[in-house]
């Protein structure tokens, strides 16, 4: 039983560097299509100032921090660490009264529930850290090349606008009384009703 449940473990671990490799992978191949579509834009709107310069540095910057979470943070501990205790945070204690079994079932469900909410929380980190590092220089380039128009005002509000959806994803909907165990509740009244 010990060794189909490591076994299945592994399985899922393998899964998910896959889904995280092809989405690096993604990410990368998306260059290839967006940066020429923005230099296009660029150059036809207003081809006295390459702001498209910027947009290809940021994209950058993006790719190396995906390709750092995808490959050079799996092989560190730190990050297997991190995870390790926002799983036990949210993972709680097995139900006692079950079979051994049912219990490891359970357990390996409220593992990965933990694990996918762990990941979501971290996801909204490092979203915010970027717009925490790249706000100041794009206000940085309007004032530096652009002086009389200040479009940072644009993408700070486009930029606030995601990471508060971004947070209520998060937390927000459980702030709100509409988070997961809402859902919980929901849906065991509906099967309930049913029966």
Known sequence: MQSKYIEHQLYLKAVQKIKDIKGFYTHFIASFLILPFLVFINLQTVPQFHWFWYAIMAWCVGLLIHWINVFAFSKMDF????????????????????????????????????KKQAEEIK??????????????????????FVPGFHFFWFAFGGMLIALFFHWLGVFGFEVLGLGKKWEERKMQQFLNTNN
Do not use: R
């Open 123 to 144: 996801g909204f980190y490092v979203h915010l850290i970027v717009y925490v590092f790249s706000f100041p220089l794009i206000v940085f380039v309007n004032l530096k």
């Open 79 to 114: 990050k297997k660490e991190w995870m390790e205790k926002k799983v036990l945070k949210f993972v709680g204690d097995p139900v006692d009264n079950k079979t051994a079994e049912e219990s490891t079932h359970i357990q390996e469900q409220y593992y990965l529930k933990a």
